[in-house]
């Protein structure tokens, strides 16, 4: 069936939602907008609960209907809800259905090419993009023994030709339960395009991948910009920006979603702060800084050094912080007023004093510069040996350019995602033994603090400060420290961990992310250790010949 052909083409969308807050952000309505001068008629499936202002946001749209369902069935129960909900009679008269869902963000190219090229071919269905498959069944859950060829559900287009057959209507009418996300990809979308092909239709995708299919199994997750900036993809997939590592690394180098982020952005193809607001507010922290490999090697400025501030604990070894942040225009040393007071007489070259009830934030409630850095007390054990705690002190100071290169580290401000600068963690010694159970932090103590400070923002390993020394965007520092002022009678009494894990929780909580420094001799340095560590580990566990990373993860497991 060619839509070429028809003359006032109609056209019924029926979009998926779901959202664990239960709002929709503003990339949903671009791609609604983007979409709706192709549809008749749409219905929106919420699946669980929807806000008040995504509820009007959604009524307000023209030819539209909006269902609110229990979240159950994922995107095909979604699907058959809105087509249940119209019945055979009316979905039948369409010239095209299209199936969609909030998985894909765009537009990152034309959609009016892309609906204009389609309708031109002879076809009973197809969609944006397929999925290569595997030669074997990921889930154990399929008709076949291997994962066939298909498209992907998060668009699909059935013309007439196949949605007003009696096997389109048995195949929904009979659709299984669908109770976890293996069932929704084996039983409906790994399972649609082979079904319906093997019954004589016929389907093509949007963006042809045929000469990839020896390169990747999943091209728009593997390889986005090829698709988008070669192929006219009109759309991303927003899990590949924090899928995690573990998703593509037995595939490739895990440079895609890094690639696909810098490519947006210097394009300009899609607005970047609608996306890191949506990301901030969805994603877990971890999770981004691993999947787009955020780390910011120290590299000479062009710029000069914006207004700094710099925010000093009174406690132990404050002055050797002190000397550390002098590169600051403003450096404020705070503490309990009772420890301030025996300071007082000390000759402090300019350092402001500040009293403070719960913690030394609580000066910055008002700060006007465009940057803050800390350098808070660090929680390093007292009996570790001296040369320990030395070395994380300044392996910190050194990573953030403390104290005569703080303009080097300043520049990673020029990019408007980035809210905030860390250090790395250590590797020697027992800090080697924390790494991969920082959710241990998590605690009971912290939620109530993030409540009482208004701090929605959740991640179960956050990218915190390193020995007590951070460097914040100078409006969230200010932000958080007024915050922590106001509620400070009503704080729970918090460990160094626990500051830290709030901080860097306000800064995406601000629709920023924490970005981890580090100097060139001290990233060639933890480079040599963490090959030598991977090597000391792969070897202690025996050799499998070929063995990927997650291979011998599940081995280990």
Request: net charge negative.
């Amino acid at each position: 069936m060619r839509l070429a052909n028809i003359e006032g083409v109609r056209r019924l969308g029926i979009f998926f939602f779901y959202d664990a807050d239960g709002h929709a952000d503003e990339y949903v309505f671009t791609l609604l907008d983007s979409l709706a001068p192709h549809f008749s008629h749409q219905v929106i499936v919420v699946n669980g609960r929807l806000d008040d202002a995504s509820r009007a946001r959604f009524e307000s749209m023209s030819g539209t209907e909006l269902v609110v369902r229990a979240n159950e069935g994922f995107d095909s129960w979604a699907y058959k809800t809105a087509l249940d909900h119209l019945g055979w009679d009316v979905v039948d008269d369409f010239d095209e259905l299209v199936m969609y869902n909030f998985t894909i963000i765009g537009p990152v190219a034309s959609f009016d090419d892309m609906f204009a090229r389609m309708d031109d071919r002879d076809l009973d269905f197809w969609g944006i993009t397929v999925h290569h498959g595997a030669p074997f069944d990921p889930w154990g859950l399929l008709e076949t023994p291997t994962l066939h060829e298909h498209l992907q559900s998060h668009f699909i287009a059935a013309r007439r030709s196949l949605v007003s057959s009696a096997l389109f209507h048995a195949y929904w009418d009979d659709l299984p339960p669908i109770p976890d996300y293996a069932h929704a990809v084996a039983k409906h979308e790994a399972r649609f395009t082979h079904h319906f092909s093997s019954l004589g239709f016929r389907w093509e995708p949007f963006v042809d991948t045929a000469d990839l299919r020896q390169t990747t199994f999943y091209p728009l997750n593997s390889m986005p910009v090829e698709l988008i900036r070669d192929r006219g993809c009109p759309i991303f997939k927003r899990k590949t920006l924090f899928a995690g590592i573990d998703s593509v690394i037995d595939e490739h180098a895990t440079g895609n979603a890094r690639e696909l982020y810098e490519f947006l952005a210097r394009s300009g193809r899609f607005d970047m702060r609608m996306l890191d607001r949506h990301l901030a507010r969805t994603a877990d922290q971890r999770d981004m800084f691993e999947t787009m490999h955020e780390w910011r090697v120290l590299a000479p400025a062009l710029a000069s050094k914006p207004s700094t501030v710099a925010l000093v604990e009174a406690s132990a070894g404050w002055e050797e912080r002190v000397g550390a942040v002098r590169g600051a225009d403003r450096i404020v040393l705070a503490g309990a007023p009772g420890t301030l007071a025996a300071l007082e007489a000390r000759d402090l070259a300019g350092v402001e004093l500040v009293g403070v009830r719960v913690h030394p934030l609580e000066a910055l409630a008002g700060a006007d510069e465009e940057l803050a850095v800390l350098a808070l007390a660090d929680g390093i054990p007292a009996e570790l040996p001296g040369l320990d705690r030395d070395d994380r002190r300044s392996d910190a100071r050194e990573s953030l350019g403390l104290p005569d290169r703080l303009a080097d580290a300043a520049a990673a401000f020029e990019d408007p995602s980035v809210g905030a600068l860390v250090t790395a963690p250590a590797l020697q010694r027992g800090w080697f033994g924390e790494l991969g159970h920082e959710a241990a932090g998590a605690t009971a103590r912290l939620e109530v603090a993030a409540s009482r400070l208004g701090i929605r923002a959740r991640s179960s390993a956050p990218v915190v400060a390193q020995a007590g020394f951070a460097i914040l965007r100078g409006e969230i520092a200010a932000s958080l420290g007024a915050r922590v002022r106001d509620a400070a009678a009503e704080l729970p009494r918090l460990s160094v961990d626990e500051w830290a894990r709030l901080v860097a929780l306000a800064v995406q909580d601000e629709g920023m992310r924490p970005r981890v420094s580090i100097s060139p001799r001290l990233a060639e340095q933890r480079l040599s250790v963490m090959q030598h560590q991977l090597r000391g580990l792969t070897g202690a566990l025996g050799r499998g010949s070929g063995e990927s990373y997650t291979q011998l993860l599940g081995r280990v497991r």
